[in-house]
């Protein structure tokens, strides 16, 4: 599942973890991404120190090793942004693919309380539209999944040949060992939840300078949006 930040990406990880047939891997690329680029993120040695910084070692294992005893579905949770031009993309060409995007506007204004002054490359839209023209559908929008949870995870396991499973709905509350170290960093409100959350029009301001990147994310989030799944 390839997103960009604050997307809902995490509820819908928990969605899939709540699954009995389903083990999950949190943003596998994120500690090579962090020491490859130089970005700085909160945690950012500690979660370099969590994890491999070989993007090799992690699409072997990703690619490679078989699942736990009782899984049939393995759900990796990547964010576009730590796909750096160097991964060989042809190693991914074996895993089934899906997108998850959310309206610019509103994926700003939510970023931006932890990371004031992002740049295109945080975001991952335009990343992420790469990945898309390699390896197509499906598309979800986070809008979608939030207005109506039921239909949308139907439509989306419907695309991917996963038979949908209701324990996707409800998740109990709090963290959760597969949790990358950063999530005391980001994932305050995902555990909180104990499900998905009612769909908000727009759930903070976009700030003014911002407004100028959400501009430029629009026409790669279009795009998507047009092939989006329609529950």
């Known amino acids: 599942m390839w997103s960009g930040p604050r997307t809902i990406s995490t509820a819908l990880?928990?969605?899939?973890?709540?699954?009995?047939?389903?083990?999950?891997?949190?943003?596998?690329?994120?500690g090579y991404y962090l020491a490859r680029s130089g970005v700085a993120?909160?945690?950012?040695?500690?979660?370099?120190?969590?994890?491999?910084?070989?993007?090799?070692?992690v699409l072997r294992q990703l690619t490679e090793d078989p699942l736990p005893p009782g899984k049939a579905v393995h759900y990796q949770k990547h964010m576009t942004h730590h796909l750096l031009p160097e991964v060989d993309r042809d190693l991914l060409s074996g895993l089934s693919h899906a997108f998850l995007i959310r309206d610019p506007r509103q994926l700003l204004a939510s970023y931006a309380r932890v990371r004031s002054q992002p740049v295109l490359a945080d975001i991952g839209l335009a990343q992420q539209a790469e990945i898309f023209a390699a390896f197509g559908c499906p598309?979800?929008?986070?809008?979608?999944?939030?207005?109506?949870?039921?239909?949308?995870?139907?439509?989306?396991c419907g695309a991917l040949g996963v038979p949908f499973d209701p324990a996707m709905l409800a998740w109990p509350p709090g963290p959760r060992?597969?949790?990358?170290?950063?999530?005391?960093?980001?994932?305050?409100?995902?555990?909180?939840?104990?499900?998905?959350?009612?769909?908000?029009?727009q759930a903070a301001e976009l700030p003014?300078?911002?407004?100028?990147?959400?501009?430029?994310?629009?026409?790669?989030?279009?795009?998507?949006?047009?092939?989006?799944?329609?529950?």
């Open 13 to 30: 990880m928990r969605g899939f973890e709540n699954r009995a047939d389903c083990v999950v891997v949190d943003e596998p690329l994120y």
């Open 41 to 57: 993120h909160p945690g950012r040695d500690e979660v370099i120190a969590s994890m491999p910084g070989d993007w090799r070692t």
């Open 139 to 156: 598309v979800i929008d986070a809008a979608d999944i939030l207005r109506r949870p039921r239909p949308a995870l139907e439509a989306l």
């Open 177 to 201: 060992e597969t949790d990358g170290v950063w999530a005391r960093y980001w994932y305050e409100g995902v555990w909180r939840s104990t499900g998905f959350g009612a769909y908000r029009e």
């Open 208 to 231: 003014a300078e911002l407004a100028p990147l959400a501009a430029r994310c629009q026409p790669f989030y279009d795009e998507m949006y047009a092939c989006r799944l329609r529950p």
